[in-house]
């Protein structure tokens, strides 16, 4: 179980801490399963901003799993609610854009979360993050004491949403102040730390309004941030020389989780850009590929610890499809591919790099959604189509499945034949396939794929239109092929 139900000398000493990023803690639920199925536990969770959400579906009994199911069938719609019309035509006025009705009748209870089920949990620790604005303090709630108003504090994000008064003082999200609280686990003994980190950390300074908000809350929470790994580094030296004031026997160490290249806002959330189950699917691939490559040491304490890459121009590449096998077994998989620093004027011979995130489901072999890991290749033969491999863990049985795209010419599509994608699925171990499927894609498959490419950060919009339109060609007609492979990161 991810928390330690029992005292014992290794997970008593393991913390978990869950950082805010707004909706897009979604991320978060996928690499809790992974923690999970690596066999980690904790004796202590921390949550602030968004990250109070998933610490309070764990305190309600929620399981990284069932976790998983519900942030990606959440109707991120629910966040939104509005004041009362009236208050927005008197904008001096206004308290916040919007209230907190949606998530306390909707989005709260879709999640699991339940205030008497924290308040009774044992065995495990939590505290919860919030801004006593009052005070200027930041204030780590324990789960035997927090309360519905606490928890809608502590997402609670000025301008957006009004404070919330308790006792008779004004709280807020405390992410202004800290987005990750470490000193209170280090305070509470924890000598391994596992941050999962969901703001972004740009080098650029974008020139948007609105991003430039983004990059106010990334400045307070790794700014803040850098100060706590300071404390945590001069307990360290306290530590070595044998003076522990919080009782830990050896140097408290690191572990960081984080997204290679910053994760969509919430507003890309409410426009479908990217949707929660990508999200989850994200952070359950990037958690087995931080766990599989991990040093036991940990992570340095400095500003690189959190730092992500530029992406540049992006492509992304999403679709969904279903088919019924051979075998009459319903297949669903989505594909989301994401290209970074895309070149658009050397992009027909370009060896493009994508990162991959698949989500397979198959009826009859598994009643749960499984994130998948794979590649996709596009052979360099005209007369061939694209390949893609993705391989998954289901209930225990380990599945391959593999599909190529049989391509047809551009104006052949035009006058109505079809691309066909053939799909096989092995057992891991078996070189024959055991069920095979074939969906058929028609010209307005080709036109729905041309709408699901995203283009991020392009020059203008007809560099935007044309690097749309050769992906989406080259994937389902015979054109001059570029060869795609999964982007392998950097250590």
């Not at 109707?75 to 854009?97: E, I, Q, R, T, W």
């Not at 803040?224 to 307990?235: F, H, K, M, P, T």
């Not at 991959?356 to 061939?384: M, R, Y």
């Not at 095979?436 to 995203?454: D, H, M, N, P, R």
Request: with cysteine; aromatic share 8%; hydrophobic share 40%.
């Amino acid at each position: 179980m991810l928390l330690n139900q029992q005292s014992n000398d290794s997970t008593s000493k393991r913390a978990l801490i869950l950082a805010g990023g707004g909706m897009r803690v979604a991320y978060q639920a996928g690499v809790l399963r992974a923690l999970e199925e690596e066999g980690l536990s904790y004796s202590h969770v921390d949550g602030t901003s968004g990250g109070t959400m998933n610490t309070a579906m764990l305190f309600s009994g929620v399981t990284p799993t069932e976790m998983c199911r519900r942030w990606s069938t959440l109707n991120m719609g629910d966040f939104v609610s509005f004041l009362p019309l009236v208050n927005y035509f008197k904008p001096h006025k206004l308290k916040a854009m919007g209230d907190a009705d949606g998530i306390i009748d909707k989005v709260f209870p879709h999640l699991g979360i339940d205030v008497s089920k924290i308040n009774r949990a044992h065995g495990c620790e939590a505290t919860f993050n919030v801004c006593n604005h009052s005070t200027k303090q930041n204030l780590a709630i324990a789960h035997t004491d927090v309360t519905l108003p606490h928890l809608i504090a502590g997402i609670s994000l000025p301008i957006f949403m009004p404070a919330i008064e308790i006792d008779g003082d004004m709280y807020t999200d405390s992410v202004w102040i800290k987005d990750a609280n470490l000193m209170e686990a280090v305070k509470r003994g924890a000598e391994e730390l596992w941050l999962v980190w969901c703001i972004g950390n740009s080098h650029d300074f974008k020139e948007n309004s609105f991003l430039q908000y983004v990059h106010m809350i990334e400045l307070s929470a790794n700014g803040a941030l850098l100060e706590e790994y300071d404390r945590i580094l001069a307990l360290n030296e306290r530590i070595a020389r044998g003076d522990s004031p919080y009782g830990q026997k050896k140097p408290i160490k690191l572990h960081v989780i984080k997204p290679p290249y910053p994760i969509p806002l919430d507003p890309d959330l409410y426009c479908g850009a990217i949707t929660a189950q990508e999200l989850v699917d994200m952070g359950y691939q990037q958690a087995k590929e931080y766990l599989h490559n991990r040093d036991e040491a940990g992570v340095k304490l400095d500003w690189q610890a959190t730092m992500m890459k530029e992406p540049a121009t992006t492509l992304v590449m999403r679709k969904s499809f279903t088919a019924i096998t051979k075998n009459q077994t319903t297949l669903e998989f989505h594909l989301r591919a994401e290209a970074y620093g895309v070149n658009a004027a050397t992009f027909t011979h370009y060896n493009l790099p994508l990162t991959l995130f698949a989500n397979i489901t198959l009826d009859g072999v598994c009643q749960k959604q499984s994130a998948a890991t794979g590649k996709i290749t596009l052979s360099t033969n005209e007369a061939e189509g694209p390949v893609f491999e993705l391989s998954t863990e289901v209930d225990r049985l380990d599945l391959r499945l593999v599909g190529k795209i049989r391509p047809v010419p551009f104006w052949q599509m035009l006058l109505g034949c079809h691309s066909k994608i053939d799909i096989q699925l092995y057992k891991e171990g078996h070189e024959a396939h055991y069920d095979e499927a074939a969906i058929t894609v028609s010209l307005w498959g080709l036109l729905t794929l041309f709408k699901s490419i995203q283009v991020k950060e392009a020059a203008n919009i007809w560099q935007m239109l044309a690097l749309k339109w050769k992906l989406a060609q080259r994937l389902l007609t015979r054109q001059k092929q570029i060869t795609l492979v999964r982007r392998e990161e950097s250590t």
